[in-house]
């Protein structure tokens, strides 16, 4: 790498959440409640899967890497916000910046990515019953889950190469509380078109094309519901997709209002990403969990097993 690519800071600043000194406390507290939340509840839905055997099923297991999936988004991003709330030091080294930057698109990726597979697989489950165990093989699902990985790794890593090569200069304040690529962008005194347009093409593949995928699986689903108009029908389907629709509307509405409907970093931009890298992480389980009857009966299960040993002991 020339001279004239390398960095001139070593460090950069975030400016965290918009609060008052005041509030500081208070959203600690809040976000720490939330984060703890969030890694407890997905560690409880990967534990039910891999105990009990009637959750080994290609659902529960795209639901169980997008568990691990979740925890590792929240992981990267929030327990900096909540040393940065703590000790009010608000600076992140230069290679820190860029690590959380690259992990935090590697999981968000994943995220979209293992959403469209678990909506093929509801169409499978619905759309073609018959075929389903012979469709949904366990090489397929793990070729999925696989691809899934790669695709949003290596994306991450290209978008991180190209910003690498960036020079940064005097202003090194990032008006966020993670180091997110546009942000970083913003940042950089030196030419941005080749990133800008790497960024606008891999979105077709990282964003719309899961996006689609979900489309063009459900409305098939809503056409054989509506084909057959029957209430046994329509809530056997929605106990099945119900989930994973509140999931995806969630992810891809926070999305949406981030990197589509705005133009510039504000709090209501800062809100949504909150949403994203924290709230929907955290309600995934609860989703899941309080509309799925197998996922209750494991955890009854495992509860009544834990009391027995405790009567034991």
Not at 16 to 29: A, I, N, V
Not at 33 to 49: D, F, H, K, P, Q
Not at 100 to 128: E, H, K, P, S, T
């Amino acid at each position: 790498m020339g001279p004239e690519n390398q960095s001139s800071v070593s460090e950069f600043l975030l400016l965290g959440l918009p609060m008052r000194p005041g509030q500081q406390h208070g959203f600690f507290t809040l976000f720490l409640g939330m984060y703890l939340t969030t890694v407890l509840g997905n560690l409880l839905i990967i534990l039910l899967i891999r105990l009990d055997c009637r959750l080994h099923t290609p659902m529960y297991f795209f639901l169980s890497h997008l568990a691990f999936s979740d925890i590792s988004l929240s992981s990267v991003t929030v327990p900096k916000m909540l040393t940065n709330m703590q000790t009010w030091q608000q600076s992140i080294p230069y290679v820190g910046c860029i690590a959380q930057m690259y992990f935090f698109m590697c999981f968000a990726g994943v995220d979209n990515f293992l959403l469209a597979v678990m909506a093929y697989d509801r169409y499978v489950a619905i759309c073609r019953p018959l075929h389903y165990t012979t469709i949904m093989r366990e090489g397929l699902c793990v070729l999925l889950v696989a691809v899934s990985w790669i695709l949003s790794c290596g994306s991450a890593l290209l978008h991180t190469f190209l910003l690498v090569r960036l020079t940064f200069c005097a202003n090194n304040t990032i008006s966020h509380f993670f180091c997110e690529l546009t942000a970083l962008l913003k940042l950089s005194c030196s030419d941005i078109s080749l990133n800008e347009l790497v960024i606008f093409s891999e979105g077709v593949m990282l964003l719309f094309l899961p996006l689609c995928i979900v489309l063009g699986s459900y409305i098939p689903i809503g056409t054989i519901i509506l084909r057959v108009p029957s209430n046994k029908r329509f809530f056997k389907a929605f106990s099945t997709c119900g989930s994973h629709l509140l999931v995806v509307s969630l992810h891809y509405g926070t999305l949406t209002s981030v990197y589509l409907l705005s133009s510039s970093w504000d709090s209501k931009d800062i809100t949504a990403s909150v949403m994203y890298t924290v709230v929907t992480p955290m309600l995934n389980p609860f989703i899941y969990s309080l509309r799925n009857r197998d996922i209750k009966q494991a955890l009854e299960i495992c509860v009544a097993g834990l009391t027995a040993l405790n009567r034991i002991h």
